[in-house]
């Protein structure tokens, strides 16, 4: 059964900075290119970034240059590391593969930038 468990969101002001976790479990993490994905409210879920298993990175146009993918292959983890946050980065985060698998979704995590 394939576990993926978001955390590390919260309540930040614009301009901080937060790092998302996503630690995987039921799958060889290892071969699979994993990826960010957020959701504002009534929209559908869109890519952030994704990393492909050798390390290579891409990323949304909006969030270039301010949010890092990275792994940990060893600790079947995906992080987000987030800088200079705008009020239009909040949304529910989500981890998947890429593309997504639909039964991989997990819950989530929040992140509010507000003042």
């Known amino acids: 059964q394939v576990q993926l468990v978001e955390s590390g969101g919260g309540l930040v002001q614009p301009g901080g900075s937060l790092r998302l976790s996503c630690a995987a479990s039921?799958?060889?993490?290892?071969?699979?290119?994993m990826g960010w994905y957020r959701q504002f409210p009534g929209k559908q879920r869109e890519l952030v970034a994704s990393?492909?298993?050798?390390?290579?990175?891409n990323y949304g146009h909006s969030v270039q240059g301010r949010f890092t993918i990275s792994r940990d292959n060893a600790k079947n983890t995906v992080y987000l590391q987030m800088n200079t946050l705008k009020p239009e980065d909040t949304a529910v985060y989500f981890c998947?593969?890429?593309?997504?698998?639909?039964?991989?979704w997990g819950q989530g995590t929040q992140v509010t930038v507000s003042s």
């Open positions: 998947n593969t890429y593309p997504w698998a639909p039964a991989y």
């Open positions: 039921g799958i060889t993490f290892r071969f699979y290119t």
């Open positions: 990393i492909e298993s050798g390390g290579t990175t």
